[in-house]
């Protein structure tokens, strides 16, 4: 072979090296047209300048992506923390139930996911987390703001995602009777009146119509039960070295930006929903989440590295909660 043809092979394995393409599943409740698909498609940019060229594939079924990205249709996948628990339970477990319990709370565990330092937490069982953002707290939604109270809630139907475990405990906690429900149907079911009560961020209430269950005489709870993150998972080998750990940096520099896109979300929705708790009824609800939080990390569902952060956070937070001054988490 001669040396120019020798020069032309290697030239061209090399280019092939470099160029190789990914895919990347996408969940979004409104598929290619919704806000977490727009930041997805600023991603795939930047991630040219790491070596990689991205492909993106919008889903509007949650389950289904994952269950793609497990079956090696995707070499990355973007979801909810919650459904991408199952590939790293570190990162999954910020969206432990009252784990964080304000917006300055959540930027803060954003930036520090973001650190070099943990970057050994972000592989687990050949996955590694590509990056942890925050899709806003997840606020209890009624059909009847009567139901005000932790006692009141005793016997109402609350509907709970079937994939954590975590919503059912802390329904039942309160004597309420939990209905599994996942993201294509708990608009339906609670629209319907198959439900009286659901948990979601504000960015699903448009898309799920929510303000059709809510009606004349439902509320939204102004109290954040789950900050719900959003996780890009990849397999390392697919992507070129450091690749990793240059995205956390990246999707932790766009905080600005979701946390506006957040309260423009939050503003949008009509005041005349929200409604407003006690004091006394916020420590109750903070209480029933830490027993939860305990009897999970206990089970093993929740982390318990994470669970010590979180409370670190909170702690800084407000010191003077009466959970910092007990031991637990």
């Known amino acids: 072979m001669k040396v120019k043809e020798i020069l032309a092979v290697i030239t061209v394995a090399a280019l092939s090296t470099t160029a190789q393409a990914q895919t990347m599943c996408v969940f979004d409740l409104l598929g290619g047209q919704g806000d977490s698909y727009a930041m997805m498609k600023d991603y795939t940019v930047a991630a040219k300048q790491w070596g990689a060229d991205i492909t993106l594939k919008p889903y509007v079924d949650e389950r289904v992506a994952a269950e793609d990205f497990k079956a090696g249709q995707c070499d990355g996948v973007a979801l909810t923390g919650l459904r991408a628990r199952q590939f790293n339970s570190f990162t999954g477990s910020i969206d432990a139930i ?3 319990q304000s917006y300055s ?3 803060m565990i954003i930036a520090l996911m973001a650190n070099p330092k943990i970057a050994s937490d972000m592989l687990q069982n050949g996955y590694e987390i590509a990056g942890v953002t925050t899709l806003g707290a997840a606020y209890i939604l009624v059909r009847d ?3 005000n109270t932790l006692a009141k809630a005793a016997g109402k139907r609350f509907g709970v ?12 906690k309160v004597g ?5 429900v996942d993201l294509l149907s708990i608009g339906g079911k609670f629209n319907n009146g198959q439900v009286d009560a659901i948990a979601l961020p504000a960015v699903a209430f448009k898309p799920l119509e929510l303000y059709k269950g809510l009606g004349s005489k439902g509320a939204i709870i102004r109290f954040p039960i789950i900050q719900v993150t959003g996780n890009i998972v990849i397999r390392p080998q697919k992507f070129p070295d450091g690749f990793g750990q240059k995205s956390r940096t990246w999707v932790a520099s766009q905080i600005g930006r979701e946390m506006d896109l957040i309260n423009k979300t939050e503003k949008a929705i009509d005041e005349k929903y929200w409604l407003d708790i006690s004091a006394n009824d916020k420590v109750g609800y903070i209480k029933l989440m830490r027993e939860a939080r305990i009897d999970l990390t206990d089970d093993g569902v929740y982390n318990k590295k994470m669970m010590s952060i979180l409370k670190k956070v909170r702690c800084t937070q ?3 909660s009466f959970e910092c001054a007990i031991k637990g988490e």
């Open 98 to 100: 009252g784990g964080l």
């Open 105 to 107: 709370a959540a930027k």
């Open 145 to 147: 703001r009567n139901i």
């Open 161 to 172: 995602l079937d994939y954590d475990k975590s919503q059912a405990i802390m329904v039942q």
């Open 176 to 180: 309420a009777q939990p209905v599994s």
């Open 318 to 320: 407000d010191p003077t």
